[in-house]
């Protein structure tokens, strides 16, 4: 295992140290937990929190701050964080008006996250919490609600986060995000796997004609391995497998993303959007905002994701709005 | 060669498309020539230009935007665009107040640029050039003015920018430019060397527990080949170097990039600037702003560098001012 780290153990409290230094002007850690808040917030708002395992960089911490995340818990490589650091981040943040948290659904996250809820609930914290389930490629004939949430969280957050700076109550906030979640569909790809620095090995193979297809953000294999082909038939049957399950008319509106999944260069997650936009445009759809970049990654994994939001008028004005956080990508 | 791509030769152009795509409402392409220029700007000032060779993403064109760059030239991967593209952009973006070409110090951009800035001067524009020299990773011994131009060209173009918007004359921004790369120095190491689609195999070879040492931003092979080491380890030779290089005493100050090359997990890039931050503290150098991600890679190349820029007064203020591209960090 060839990687930049000191021992394996230490590499998320680092890379938090490494990011705190980087940009304390923005944030702050709370002590005695893996979480940082915003350094200053509007009071009078509800707060919009996330969070999961590291190795996701930017996400989740580069997109705290304003008009996005107001806090941000942060567990081991790919592992949730416990429910307690959960619950000082909510006792941290909440200035009166209530939480909304953020989550993928993945078991570990419910577990926790929801458990710090209630016992934030006891405590006296109005508390919601809203799952991200975009994921189609989780596996064919699942529903929504069974399905891992992916990319689709970067778009939650940027709206919710634009939603509560304007002012709305906790529960038009948690509706907002079910229904940004219900309108989103992702779907990614990998040339290669990542490598889990306490494993120390890829977390499957692949062999150098193979891509594999419907893969996750924690290197997990996908629905199925097929042969390498060129960028523009890969990004066809990942509109394709998208569209079938979020129907759409031509006039409808969207975002999207393209997604580095964190070993891909740039450059190739544009001539990816350039198909994107063009299988987009045939079908009579409009893009009117997009981001192409290394949103939310999986440590070293080389692959793309791609991320459908079927927007309306309320939903494209919040995804609009200004946000300032370190990675945020401006349009 | 398993890559996202369509056909070597078209990489540069779908790029491009790709990212016109995505930023329409910031840059709009330049008829004839591999050039964006921004969509809107105010009239009555300087003009800032830079470009180069393709594969660096985001540079060139993610730096295009408010307070940064005004216009990017690019060529094919890793190679010059042609003087004629240049001098399109140059009649394309002077408002009367004239043009500062931003440039590294390449053969082929020399020539390149040189050319185009002769060839507008004879058309009536007022143009100067500026060449940054940061890298002492180009060879022992070797006197700045020989040296490669890398990350160091993007503390350049913020403080360029920032100065411009300002209302500088061309003579004043030239001259800062020209001091900002005097006082910054950098240094970079690979794991894995970086595959030009157009060869379709890897730069040089490097053995599972080789570093590559002083590598540039075009997949040469470095000033040496060391073993493996923690990346604390590589982060204190890197400092060292560079310090030997750019003399500093307790309490001067400083702005820093950590820099990916492409490959390179994010949260690598983070412990690395833990270490960074470390060193220059303990040695009573007090950092005023830092940078942290993929600012200047070189296609899929595992590896980074780091940046130093002796500020003073007027610089820390210029690259602290505003600045909105799609791929700036934010502090």
Redesign the interface.
Known sequence: M??????PND?VD??????L???G??VRRLEGARAVVRASREPGRVAVVTGGG??H??AFL?YV?EGMLDAVVIGDIFTSPPATAVLATIDAIDSGEGVLLLLGNYSGDLMNFGMAAEWARQKGHLVEMAVATDDVGTGLGTSQSERRGVVGEFLVWKICGAVVAEGASLDDAKALADEVNARTRSLGVA??PCTVPMLGRPTFDLA?DE?EWGVGHHGERGAKTIK?K???D?VDGLTEEILADLPLEPGDELATVVNGL?????????????RL?RNLERLGLHVRR?????VF?A??M?G?SVTLLHLNEELQARLEAPA????????
């Open positions: 060839k990687r930049f780290i000191n021992q590499v680092e890379m938090l140290e490494g990011f230094l980087t940009h002007s923005m590291s190795g960089e930017p580069g701050g040339l290669r150098d891509l390498l060129p960028v523009d890969v964190g070993a891909t260069p740039l450059c190739e997650l544009f001539i990816a959007q350039r936009m997009s981001f192409v970049g290394n990654t440590l070293d080389a793309l300032l956080t370190p990675f945020f990508i401006q349009g």
